[in-house]
Structures are given as structure tokens and as C-alpha cells.
């Protein structure tokens, strides 16, 4: 007979799961591995809620396993080393995102790509190769092999660092990769959520012009005078945006709902590069000729690969770039989700998981 996710494994867990679809979460009992010689193991301190977790809890992605404890925004504070770890320290304080296992062998894995990787090993809701299934951060400890585990900045306040690991990643790794960091340039953000402000505060760090491209006209004081843009585009205004055509190097879309791209890609230069990371639940249609008459480019990212995780908290640390999040504790995490499913958040919300639990 098969063991329960209870007693399967040696380390006692407790956190907060989805057991069914309609993704109501509540106080879960659960097991992890014991510290290997290549693990670390942290009590969870702080967790992000991201995007992911509402759309895995409901299952709308259709590959949910329940019951899963989500959560790939994890910092926390090193309680043991494996022997073979060199690294890292009991008391470090540290993060872990979204992925904590991949085969180490492959062609990504070797170019530190190991979010490419054709065997991941995701922090929630993935089958480990032990046969177990992984669990997130909504729960106070989880052990992850030192190749997974990130050294937080000293200088980043751990909760507001949280969200870097998924939602800071998800935008840095594209502007990264596809050239989107050249002073002077000007880079359009699609959606002012979790995403996008942090991109907001990755581009004008890199020296860029920032207009927030957006929907919603009452977002635009927070996205000037908070946030550092230099302009909004209210994308339901045609007049706007006719007058705003062709004026973009580039554009991040951070947008998880279903929408056009004829209208963004309008935005762009000749040669513009359009990337999205936003995930919406179906498939958005690719619009061809506006491709082939400006030359531009529509491109997709990943989060980024462990050693670019790790560059882009470095950055954070260097320029004092945070997530603005609202701290709530693990009781009131179905009443966030419900505010997360219609965007009531600015612009991320934080779990404090050490002040949640009596169960430490």
C-alpha cells in the first residue's frame, strides 16, 4: 500500500494546501526527505503569492495534482548543510524560486539554463525523482539541493525580496536576453501587476525610457509617481494609441488575460521586439503581417536559469530594487486569492509564514 504525502518521508511538514479545484486552501500535514549530503534545508520565513499559484490551485492549466502547497517565491534561513555543501551556512538567509531539481546533464543544464531543462523538478506540484511529488513555500521548511538555493543580499528586506525569485526573474532574464537594456531606449510595460512594476524598476535601472501601456486610467498617477515610469498609455483610448504607434523599441508583455497583440505590436519600430511572459490560460492569435511589414519580433522567456537568478538578486541588491507587496499571514490566503483573481493587489502579496505557524 502506498504511503500518504503524511508519513512517505522522514521530515514533518505542515502548511497550507488545495485539495480540489475549487482552490480553497487550508491547513495541511505533510512530509519532506531528510537533508541529504547536497542539500540545504530552510525554515521558511517569507513566500510570494504568485499568478502560477492561483491558476495551479484551480487546476486551469489542467495538470494540477492534488493536494499541492504552492509557493516558488520561498526565503527563509539556512537550519542545516549536507556535507558536501561548501556554500552555504546554518543561519544564511537565502531564497528559492521555481525550480529545485533538473538531470544536470543536459545542453541547457550545462549552460546554466536549467529552466530549459527537459526533466525539470518544479518547487510545487512536480513529480520528484524519488517518486514523491514536490510541495511549495506556503509551509515552514522545505530541503532543496545547494545548486537551487540563492544567496540573498544583505541589503534587500527579505519579504519585499521575495517575489524577486519569480516575478523579478520572469521580466529580468527577457530584457536580459533579447538585448532590452540599452540606455535611451524606449521600452512599452503591458500590464501594471507583479510583473510589471518590478520590470518597471529593472528598466529604469538600466537606463531605458519606461511607458506603462495599461488599461486601467487610475493606475497611471501610481505608475508615474510611485513607480518611476515616465509615461501611461491608456490602452482602451484609440486616439492614445494611434498617437503612440511606432514609437517603441521594445515591449514586455506582462499581461496573464487573454488580448490582442495587434495593438501592441502597432507600438513598435521597425525592427521592435514584442516579448511576453504573462501565461494567459489559452492560446492568443500571432498577427503575421504587421510581423512582416515592421520586422519585428515576437518572442516568449522562461524564468531564468540559477546562475541568472543569482546576477539579477546582485543587481537588486546593487540598485535597492524590492517587489511593493501587501504582508498577510497563511489565514488569510483564500481571501488574497479571491483579490489576486480580480487584480486588487499593489502589486504582490507576501505571506510572513514564521509568524503564521505555531507549528515551528
Not at 79 to 88: A, C, H, L, P, R
Not at 105 to 134: A, I, K
Not at 136 to 141: D, L, T
Amino acid at each position: 500500500m502506498a504511503k500518504s504525502p503524511q508519513t512517505e518521508l522522514p521530515l514533518k511538514a505542515f502548511g497550507w494546501a488545495a485539495t480540489d479545484t475549487s482552490g480553497i486552501l487550508s491547513p495541511f500535514h505533510f512530509s519532506r526527505r531528510e537533508n541529504g549530503d547536497d542539500d540545504v534545508t530552510l525554515q521558511i520565513l517569507y513566500c510570494g503569492v504568485c499568478h502560477s499559484d492561483l491558476h495551479t490551485v484551480k487546476n486551469d492549466w489542467g495538470f494540477t495534482t492534488y493536494p499541492v502547497v504552492p509557493g516558488h517565491e520561498i526565503v527563509g534561513v539556512v537550519t542545516k548543510t549536507g556535507n558536501n555543501v561548501k556554500n552555504f551556512q546554518v543561519g544564511d538567509k537565502v531564497g528559492v524560486g521555481v525550480i529545485v531539481e533538473s538531470c544536470k546533464e543536459c545542453e541547457c543544464c550545462q549552460q546554466d539554463l536549467e529552466s530549459y531543462c527537459p526533466r525539470p523538478v518544479f518547487t510545487y506540484n512536480s513529480p520528484y525523482y524519488d517518486g514523491t511529488r514536490t510541495q511549495g513555500g506556503y509551509s515552514n521548511v522545505v530541503v532543496v539541493h545547494q545548486r537551487y538555493v540563492l544567496r540573498f543580499p544583505e541589503n534587500l528586506p527579505l519579504d519585499a525580496g521575495a517575489p524577486l525569485l519569480c516575478a523579478g526573474i520572469t521580466v529580468y532574464s527577457p530584457m536580459k536576453y533579447y538585448g532590452m537594456t540599452e540606455p535611451g531606449k524606449h521600452l512599452g510595460v503591458a500590464g501594471l501587476g507583479g510583473l510589471g512594476h518590478v520590470a518597471i524598476k529593472f528598466a529604469k535601472a538600466f537606463g531605458l525610457k519606461v511607458t506603462v501601456i495599461s488599461g486601467s486610467p487610475n493606475k497611471e498617477a501610481e505608475a508615474i509617481d510611485r513607480l518611476g515610469a515616465d509615461s501611461f498609455l491608456v490602452s482602451s483610448d484609440p486616439a492614445k494609441m494611434k498617437a503612440a504607434m511606432g514609437t517603441m523599441d521594445y515591449i514586455i508583455d506582462t499581461i496573464s488575460a487573454v488580448h490582442s497583440l495587434i495593438p501592441l505590436l502597432g507600438l513598435l519600430k521597425l525592427n521592435g521586439k514584442l516579448v511576453t511572459v504573462g501565461l494567459p490560460s489559452k492560446p492568443l492569435e500571432l498577427p503575421v503581417f504587421p510581423l512582416v511589414a515592421g520586422r519585428k519580433l515576437i518572442g516568449g522567456s522562461n524564468f531564468g536559469g540559477i546562475k541568472e537568478t543569482q546576477e539579477m538578486l546582485d543587481f537588486c541588491g546593487k540598485h535597492n530594487i524590492t517587489a511593493d507587496i501587501e504582508l498577510i499571514k497563511m489565514d488569510q490566503i483564500n481571501t488574497a486569492m479571491e483579490r489576486l483573481s480580480k487584480a486588487d493587489v499593489k502589486y504582490r502579496f507576501v505571506i510572513d509564514v514564521a509568524n503564521s505557524f505555531s507549528i515551528l
